[in-house]
T-cell receptor, first 116, second 113 residues
Framework: AQTVTQSQPEMSVQEAETVTLSCTYDTSESNYYLFWYKQPPSRQMILVIRQEAYKQQNATENRFSVNFQKAAKSFSLKISDSQLGDTAMYFCAFMKLTLYGQNFVFGPGTRLSVLP | GAGVSQSPSNKVTEKGKDVELRCDPISGHTALYWYRQSLGQGLEFLIYFQGNSAPDKSGLPSDRFSAERTGGSVSTLTIQRTQQEDSAVYLC???????????FGPGTRLTVL
């Protein structure tokens, strides 16, 4: 079974600074997908960024980028120029395709506070 | 287009009562997921539907929990004889095979008194 670990339950960062959230996972699969989701206080989960395991190039979405280390099974999220609106819970997720469809596993989350 | 919707947004019930939570996925999405999220915690997988069938029910915590999906669309999660430990936010998500991304609803906050 796959597991996803986020070792930082809580983090804080000053506005405009850069912060990195860590995520490691355990799998024997070679083909899979990784995601970072954001859940602000409004409770609505929003996709931040995704990475296909077969792609070596790290995904980037504006101020959000990942450092994907497949051999180390590490998938960290870097937020540049942090904004107050980035305050949220961040969940790392692993997904593999099965005969039945998609199997998602979520990490426990990291609560990020952006300080003014 | 419309996103995933869930109703009610909040539900307060008394211990021992049954509750039904509803999820309307995005039109055309074949996969539907239910998760439970206790206060400040991560997502606990409950059940997954592909079309109307549920190939993975492994996350349902007890036989008091059941879910169905009809017409490949709306899903209902039913909790019978609710207990206080059932209090949580219940999230629904849908995805389209090949898209590889889950779209989440706003959740239903269930409080069992």
């Amino acid at each position: 079974a796959q597991t996803v670990t986020q070792s930082q339950p809580e983090m804080s960062v000053q506005e405009a600074e850069t912060v990195t959230l860590s995520c490691t996972y355990d799998t024997s699969e070679s083909n899979y997908y990784l995601f970072w989701y954001k859940q602000p206080p409004s409770r609505q989960m929003i996709l931040v960024i995704r990475q296909e395991a077969y792609k070596q190039q790290n995904a980037t979405e504006n101020r959000f980028s990942v450092n994907f280390q497949k051999a180390a099974k590490s998938f960290s999220l870097k937020i540049s120029d942090s904004q107050l609106g980035d305050t949220a819970m961040y969940f790392c997720a692993f997904m593999k395709l099965t005969l039945y469809g998609q199997n998602f596993v979520f990490g426990p989350g990291t609560r990020l506070s952006v300080l003014p | 287009g419309a996103g995933v919707s869930q109703s009610p947004s909040n539900k307060v019930t008394e211990k021992g009562k049954d509750v039904e939570l509803r999820c309307d996925p995005i039109s055309g999405h074949t996969a539907l997921y239910w998760y439970r999220q206790s206060l400040g915690q991560g997502l606990e997988f409950l059940i997954y539907f592909q079309g109307n069938s549920a190939p993975d029910k492994s996350g349902l915590p007890s036989d008091r929990f059941s879910a169905e999906r009809t017409g490949g669309s709306v899903s209902t999660l039913t909790i019978q004889r609710t207990q206080q430990e059932d209090s949580a936010v219940y999230l629904c998500a849908s995805s389209y095979r090949g898209n590889n991304e889950q779209f989440f609803g706003p959740g239903t906050r269930l409080t069992v008194l």
